[in-house]
């Protein structure tokens, strides 16, 4: 690895240095450390990380909770920007290593440094370890990721397999199972129906296991019958058909489908999609999010701006992450109702 991020310094702007100077106010900074300033996103995040890699223990407290509890919407254009220094990232990355969403747009990250990848490997789960060993450029990079991920009791056995995961008594048990094709079609009959008794893990493979060896045809129909587990992986399918599928299911909940509406990874084809359903859009929780969403058309997140509070209308006027139009007539809205005041 080269310079380590954790250490590493970083260039702050004038505003963010004379927040975090000693010669500062205290209430200004504790406003800062709160999140309560007007920042933008990545002044704010290295606001945070001066105070969290600070000896000042109130506000280091104070600035990794607020990072603990930034939306996701406000960190993804910081996690996604090139230009951004790898210290935010790994200060990001230590914080929210929860969030799958955030994580994702990290590792997809060309400046994102080698310790993000490192702590990803030790205690994420699927799916981020299979970006992790599918980044090939950092697999050779940092040959320690092999190992790390095979100890990683998160780990499945395809992906441990493919890294070259020689346990003797693993090898074994492999040579005793039937073939992949055969556990898979096995396994397929019990998990599509929910609340079925767990059977031994050394003799069968899991939903996201299964879900490597199938077939597209099999995804789309367990996509439109599945239980919570299926729908959630089948929602990140790279196949159009397979994730579109999962809406089509009678069984999926308003909550996934908000969510989804919210998670700013969603592709076009499931927006287009939830925005033909009338009854998901009766609540204001899916309009605000699809109005916030960088893939809803232009003429529809108009639209539901309209029906916004002023809350959620100075939210989408400091937005970064969507149309400029959209932030403009929000502010066009906001100044109209102030002049009505």
Not at 200 to 212: M, P
Not at 261 to 283: F, V, Y
């Amino acid at each position: 690895m080269t310079e380590s991020a954790e250490s590493s310094r970083i260039r702050v702007s004038s505003q963010v240095a004379r927040i975090v100077s000693s010669e500062a106010q205290r209430e200004l900074q504790l406003s800062a450390a709160r999140g309560a300033l007007p920042l933008s996103a990545v002044d704010l995040v290295t606001v945070l990380l001066v105070f969290g890699r600070g000896s000042d223990v109130e506000l280091r407290a104070l600035a990794r909770k607020t990072l603990r509890e930034l939306p996701v919407s406000l960190l993804i254009p910081v996690v996604a920007d090139p230009n951004v220094s790898p210290a935010l990232l790994l200060f990001i990355a230590r914080e929210r290593l929860s969030d799958q969403s955030l994580v994702e747009k990290l590792l997809q990250n060309p400046v994102t440094p080698d310790e993000v990848f490192l702590l990803c490997a030790k205690q994420c789960a699927e799916p981020i370890l299979s970006m992790v060993a599918a980044n090939s450029a950092r697999m050779q990079r940092l040959p320690e990721l092999a190992d790390i991920i095979i100890a990683n009791p998160q780990a499945d056995r395809v992906l441990k397999y493919r890294l070259g995961w020689q346990d003797a008594v693993s090898q074994q048990a492999a040579e005793a199972d039937p073939a992949p094709e055969e556990v898979a079609a096995e396994a397929l009959s019990v998990d599509i129906s929910d609340d079925g008794d767990e059977e031994d893990e050394e003799r069968r493979l899991s939903k996201y296991q299964q879900s490597l060896v199938i077939g597209v045809s099999d995804k789309i129909k367990i996509a439109m019958t599945g239980d919570k587990e299926w729908r959630s992986i089948l929602l990140r399918d790279a196949n159009k058909l397979v994730s579109s599928g999962v809406l089509k299911n009678p069984r999926i909940t308003e909550g996934e489908v908000i969510a989804l509406a919210k998670s700013k990874t969603t592709n076009e084809e499931l927006i287009r999609i939830i925005l033909l359903n009338r009854e998901w859009l009766k609540t204001y929780e899916m309009r605000r999010a699809l109005t916030l969403h960088p893939r809803t058309p232009l003429n529809k997140a108009l639209r539901f701006m309209a029906l916004l509070t002023d809350k959620d209308l100075k939210a989408v006027s400091n937005s970064k992450g969507i149309s400029s139009v959209l932030v403009n007539n929000a502010r066009r809205m906001l100044a109209v109702k102030d002049m009505k005041k």
